[in-house]
């Protein structure tokens, strides 16, 4: 048999691979309306109490977590913060100001089951009516400012969901230590903002939301 008859065949086998791996290194990732976007916010002293306690088997080091909109082709970000309270994000600001020293992003991003595409349109309207509300500096649930999971959980709690429909759920809270005491970075903070230590409280944290089993983390965002 002609050796050109047997080389061509795999020529062109190697040409479609080829092409087949540029595609997936040139593809460029999409957000979509209701993404969750969870963040490793660094050392300050909070945002590692806030792991060290929170810390769960499937996810142990987010500290932050929003949710993706987008507004006349503009991607933004609609998440509670300290001193801004609820506030909506361009994108590149909510990448850009958690950067590392090597200057990369902190940022991952997660997506909702299907069955939930329902249920964001009216998550971000409840977002967007509390934009301007206060940050919950004390993460307590029942009053009417927010810490960063507890808007992502009430986004959907305050819509027609049974609870065991909800995408994600609740826990007594703890800020104590692996020995059962409270962590001295919480005792500080408590002290400094005047207020007992909500121990054993209903509440949710960023790893808590990260570990529920209606999302799929599906891009790292990088430089």
């Known amino acids: ?16 691979s080829l092409n087949s791996c540029n595609e997936n290194k040139n593809s460029v990732f999409e957000l ?7 963040q490793n916010t660094g050392s300050d002293k909070i945002d590692n109490a806030i792991k060290s306690v ?13 949710l ?18 609820v506030t909506l994000t361009s994108l590149d600001q909510f990448l850009n100001r958690n950067k590392t020293k090597f200057n ?4 991952t991003v997660a997506r909702l089951e299907r069955n939930y595409n329902a249920y964001i349109s009216d998550a971000i309207t409840f ?16 009053d009417s400012s927010y810490y960063c999971s507890e808007l992502v959980y009430k986004m959907f709690s305050s819509q027609r969901l049974a609870k065991d429909s ?16 409270p962590m001295l970075s919480w005792v500080n ?16 944290n960023p790893n808590l939301i990260a570990s529920s089993p209606h999302i799929k983390f599906i891009h790292d965002y990088d430089n």
Not at 127 to 142: C, Q, T
Not at 166 to 178: G, H, L, V
């Open 54 to 66: 929170t810390a769960t088997s499937l996810s142990k080091s987010y500290s932050h977590v929003g």
């Open 127 to 142: 977002g967007l009516e509390r934009i301007n509300s206060p940050y919950d500096e004390v993460f307590a649930w029942d």
């Open 166 to 181: 909800m995408p994600f759920i609740t826990n007594p809270m703890t800020f104590n230590d692996s020995t059962g005491k």
């Open 104 to 107: 990369k992003y902190q940022t």
């Open 1 to 16: 048999m002609n050796k050109d008859f047997i080389l061509l065949p795999l020529f062109l086998i190697f040409l479609l």
């Open 189 to 204: 903070y408590y002290q400094h903002i005047n207020h007992e230590i909500p121990e054993g409280r209903i509440g949710t």
């Open 32 to 38: 979509k309306q209701g993404d969750l976007l969870f």
């Open 68 to 85: 993706a909109m987008q507004k006349e082709d503009k991607w933004f970000v609609i998440e509670a913060i300290p001193k801004k309270g």
